[in-house]
């Protein structure tokens, strides 16, 4: 059974006590943030990962995430959404052919295949989650294609998915837009994206290095003309349509 205290909604509560009610002189403590970073992550958790990430190779970048954790008896988490932001990104994904990009787990993935009418791709800029994907047991019905990629270069030619979903990935990239700009490419239709609603400070116990405290500077930031945004779950979902 699947910890509550580690569940989405339990730690955007935390995040809102101490973002929005927690004095930033006590908000900014070192210490404070390493305990609780430690707590949730483990010790290899590096609280000056945002001023290290944009200095390291690709491969450090991608090591960096590989370290946090090592040493759990199991990952943190098995996915970052909600389960209303599951159902709001399937009910919205139009198809046949849908890509998630930074897949994780697999747990969106899964239920976008589950739906029956969608062909489904997904990438990881993780090769080990891949590769536990590629091993997981599928229904007849629900294959993935898997691929690893990076969400700044994405292996695919333009316009080549009708719908292209990314949730709790554009927050931890280097280059947003960049990001952004490939993942409108390889878009047909339908752009569909869940970031946190969360205000910058020096010490986050995550590894986010872009920050959206409210829906104007997502809609900003992306630039997308017809788009709808919201709030699910303390989060932002963000639909913009392409054709």
């Known amino acids: 059974m699947a910890n509550p205290l580690k569940s989405r909604r339990f730690t955007n509560f935390v995040r809102y006590l101490m973002d929005d009610w927690m004095p930033p002189a006590l908000r900014e403590v070192r210490l404070l943030s390493r305990v609780l970073a430690t707590g949730f992550h ?3 958790f590096d609280l000056d990962f945002k001023r290290k990430a944009f200095s390291m190779t690709e491969e450090e970048f991608a090591h960096a995430y590989t370290r946090v954790g090592k040493g759990q008896k199991a990952a943190y988490r098995t996915t970052d959404m909600t389960e209303g932001q599951i ?29 029956g009418d969608l062909k489904v791709t997904a990438t ?28 700044e270069r994405l292996p695919f030619a333009d316009k080549s998915f009708d719908t292209v979903l990314c949730a709790h990935t554009l927050e931890h990239v280097r280059d947003f837009e960049k990001a952004v700009a490939e993942l409108v490419r390889v878009t047909r239709r339908r752009l569909l ?16 290095l872009h920050f959206f405290p409210e829906p104007e500077q997502l809609i900003l930031r992306v630039g997308l003309p017809h788009y709808h945004c919201e709030r699910v779950g303390g989060d932002l979902c963000y639909r913009a349509d392409l054709a």
């Open 42 to 44: 483990g010790s290899q």
């Open 87 to 115: 159902r709001w990104m399937v009910e919205q994904a139009v198809g046949p052919d849908v890509l998630e990009v930074g897949c994780g787990y697999g747990i969106l993935a899964e239920r976008l295949a589950g739906r």
């Open 124 to 151: 990881d800029l993780s090769a080990d989650n891949i590769e536990v994907l590629r091993g997981a047991p599928r229904a007849p019905g629900r294959e993935i294609e898997l691929r690893v990629a990076n969400v």
């Open 193 to 208: 994206v869940v970031v946190p609603c969360q205000r910058y400070y020096h010490y986050t116990i995550d590894y986010h």
